[in-house]
């Protein structure tokens, strides 16, 4: 397989934005050659470890590539004690750096993050004249709250679900985007596996197993979701588990295509672009 945790970055403009930064998404970005001094800020779904992992990778690349100021964060509440939980894990290492490249490369001054707990009653957290970014919460139960993204850009427009159950909220927030983004989890793969676990006294793995059936959502519940939401195109991420190749990947998606006809299983790479002024959904990958 070639995926690695949650991310996915949403140019708007000559603006990125980072949502979630699984483990493995920085060095990804880094072979990319996205450019790192246009990333204006990370945007959190929650604070689950395989979203938030890669955060100080992020805080690093942008920083000695002309960052002009300190890399703003957007989460949900708890936000501030992950941020400083990384800024105290690794405020040597901005000593260090700087001492060593100096103010031109890794200035002190700009060194570490901000972090913006998200008011869910003020849920539009960046508005300008041509971009929206709307949060709102989703089902990821015992964490809470879980959220998720809109992006509206000069009339085109995708949402992120995050990690999340089928959940109301997320369709009724989706309605008529360009693309959905969608977590995919497909326990009919899950459940033989649980067995399995079973069979071979893998308890703590097999309960694990059997835990994440309730939190997250499958491709038919996710299709079903889009076709509610009249979205023109779905795309699956943060796929549990992984398919590991074609056959893998058909067993994952089956019966997707008899609730929604527009969809794609995304890769690391997958890239969507959304022209303005046109209605066209161009689907390619970087790798």
């Not at 938030?52 to 957007?74: C, E, G, K």
């Not at 983004?181 to 649980?194: D, G, M, S, T, W």
């Not at 023109?232 to 588990?241: A, D, W």
């Amino acid at each position: 397989s070639s995926r690695d945790e949650a991310c996915i970055l949403v140019i708007a403009g000559k603006n990125i934005y980072v949502v979630d930064t699984g483990a493995g998404s920085a060095n990804n970005v880094n072979q990319w050659a996205i450019p790192a001094n246009r990333i204006k800020a990370v945007l959190l779904t929650h604070l689950h470890s395989d979203h938030i992992a890669d955060l100080p990778n992020f805080h690093m690349q942008t920083w000695i590539n002309n960052r002009p100021s300190q890399l703003d964060v957007y989460g949900p509440e708890g936000l501030e004690s992950v941020v400083q939980g990384f800024e105290d894990a690794y405020s040597l290492d901005y000593a260090f750096r700087n001492a060593h490249h100096g103010d031109a490369i890794a200035p002190l001054a700009v060194a570490g993050m901000k972090a913006h707990t998200i008011d869910l009653n003020n849920p539009v957290i960046i508005e300008s004249d041509d971009l929206s970014i709307q949060a709102f919460e989703v089902e990821h139960h015992p964490v809470k709250p879980a959220l998720g993204y809109r992006f509206d850009y000069k009339g085109r427009s995708i949402v992120i679900s995050g990690d999340t159950s089928a959940s109301q909220n997320l369709t009724d927030h989706s309605r008529n985007a360009d693309v959905l983004f969608h977590e995919a989890q497909a326990n009919h793969i899950l459940k033989p596996l649980r067995e399995f676990m079973l069979k071979n006294n893998r308890t703590n793995q097999a309960k694990i197993l059997d835990d994440i059936t309730t939190y997250h959502t499958t491709p038919v519940e996710a299709a079903a979701i889009a076709k509610e939401a009249n979205v023109k195109h779905l795309v699956f991420y943060h796929l549990t588990p992984s398919p590991r190749n074609d056959i893998m990947a058909n067993i994952f998606t089956r019966g997707v295509s008899d609730v929604f006809a527009e969809w794609t299983l995304s890769d690391d790479g997958t890239m969507v672009v959304l022209p303005v002024g046109s209605e066209e959904i161009q689907i390619s990958n970087l790798n």
